[in-house]
């Protein structure tokens, strides 16, 4: 668990992530029993002078084709923007991004990283869409190792009201998840999951985009340790009997060690 206390709020409300098919998600502690992936709305990674920051670097930035950082048969559905590999840019402002996600308890808590990909930044606009897919299992990282993606995440750096389309859709056994969440914003969802975007019809979509590892690989265990980990956070707030949350943190901390893959 993280030392900080909560300074933000994790939800699936509506309207900024709606489901298509089948039941309706549910709000706060329900959320699993609507879905069995672990799709996790954080608020709030970037403030606005960050993002209007990132989107200045960005917008003046040199774009190149999404489709040379898949193999062939992501090709054939991704059409999009990215920053080159090589872009100080995205050298900058990826580290950017995983310092504030670092800050951020909730990010944290809900993804117990032990490896990330540096962050990369892509591009949607005029009709640029990426297809269905599933994300690459293992990854090359630039000192030689390798990452297993077990979560990805998406950080928006566009307004919804300034684009049409680009929808994150993410699949599971319960029908489609559509995401658009505000600037600032990220959606972490496992990235064994099918998942596309729709194509943008107005305006463009920016946003930030990597891989995490995982300390605790399955998203069953890592979903019942987020939940402790809010819960003992919400009884410490509420000033609940000291001894009964020092017994539940043990619990939580000998639950990991169980679990953990270091
Ligand atoms: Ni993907």
Redesign the pocket.
């Known amino acids: 668990m993280s030392s900080n206390s909560i300074s933000s709020t994790t939800t699936l409300a509506e309207p900024l992530i709606r489901q298509r098919f089948g039941r309706p998600l549910t709000q706060g502690a329900d959320e699993t029993k609507a879905t069995d992936l672990m799709l996790l709305h954080i608020e709030k990674v970037l403030d606005g002078a960050t993002v209007a920051h990132m989107r200045t670097r960005l917008d003046g930035a040199e774009w190149t084709d999404g489709r040379e950082t898949v193999g062939p048969l992501g090709a054939q559905v991704k059409r999009n923007q990215q920053l080159p590999e090589a872009s100080p840019v995205r050298d900058e402002l990826g580290r950017e991004v995983l310092a504030a996600c670092a800050r951020h308890p909730v990010f944290h808590a809900a993804t117990l990283p032990v490896k990330i990909l540096p962050p990369r930044f892509n591009r949607y606009a005029d009709d640029g869409h ?1 297809g269905s ?1 599933v ?1 690459g299992a293992v990854m090359a990282l630039a000192d030689g190792n390798q990452l297993r993606s077990d979560i ?1 995440c998406t950080l928006f750096l566009a307004e919804p009201d300034g684009y049409d389309g680009g929808e994150l859709v993410i699949e599971d056994t319960y029908g489609e998840h559509e995401v658009k969440l505000p600037a600032g914003d990220a959606i972490v969802y496992p990235a064994s999951s099918l ?1 596309r975007i729709e194509p943008v019809t107005r305006g463009a979509r920016v946003a930030a985009f990597f891989w995490i590892q995982s300390l605790v690989r399955g998203q069953a265990q890592r979903r019942t340790l987020f939940q402790l980990d809010t819960a003992i956070r919400q009884l410490a707030v509420g000033g609940a009997d000291a001894s009964a949350v020092k017994q539940l943190t043990g619990v939580y901390h000998n639950l990991l060690r169980e679990w953990a893959d270091t």
């Open positions: 990426y897919h994300d990805a998942h």
